[in-house]
């Protein structure tokens, strides 16, 4: 019995003196790969981070994982845009590697807020919400 505790503890002891490797090529900085890529509004839902860039004639939103593009190929989604008492509801298609892009005519402004759905291939709904300043 004493044999089989002072094997126990020299495992242990063992196994808590071991060197913790970290996983190097998951290096990465924080701030830097949270930023806007392309000069629009920053939101960040867990490892996702969506980008809105709205003009009058077309919202785009980019999609990555920690600045890495995410591809947007077969992806689905609508936007709907509140700005005081109108809503203006768009569908968002694919569009290069990693954007979704909806046309039309839309009225922004400081308060609009910019509420997506969009569905990547493979996972469920995600739900983003922007607001323009």
């Known amino acids: 019995m004493k044999n089989r505790f002072a094997l126990t ?10 060197p913790v490797w970290a996983h190097e090529d998951h290096v990465h900085d ?8 392309h000069g629009g509004l920053m939101v ?3 490892h996702v981070d ?5 003009k009058p004639e077309r919202l785009v939103i980019y ?5 890495q593009p995410m591809a947007t190929a077969g992806a689905t989604g609508k936007v709907t ?15 290069g590697q990693n954007a979704l892009e909806a046309g039309g ?10 509420l997506a759905t969009v569905t990547l291939p ?3 709904p995600s739900a983003v919400r922007f607001e323009l300043k």
């Open 44 to 46: 960040v839902i867990g």
């Open 63 to 67: 999609v990555s994982d920690h600045g």
């Open 105 to 114: 005519s839309f009225k922004l402004g400081k308060g609009t807020k910019v």
């Open 9 to 18: 503890a020299s495992l242990l002891l063992a196994l808590a003196s071991a």
């Open 122 to 124: 493979g996972q469920k």
């Open 81 to 95: 845009l509140l700005t005081g008492k109108d809503k203006v509801e768009a569908t968002l298609k694919p569009t």
């Open 50 to 54: 969506w980008e809105l860039v709205a």
């Open 30 to 37: 924080h701030l830097k790969d949270h930023q806007p890529r």
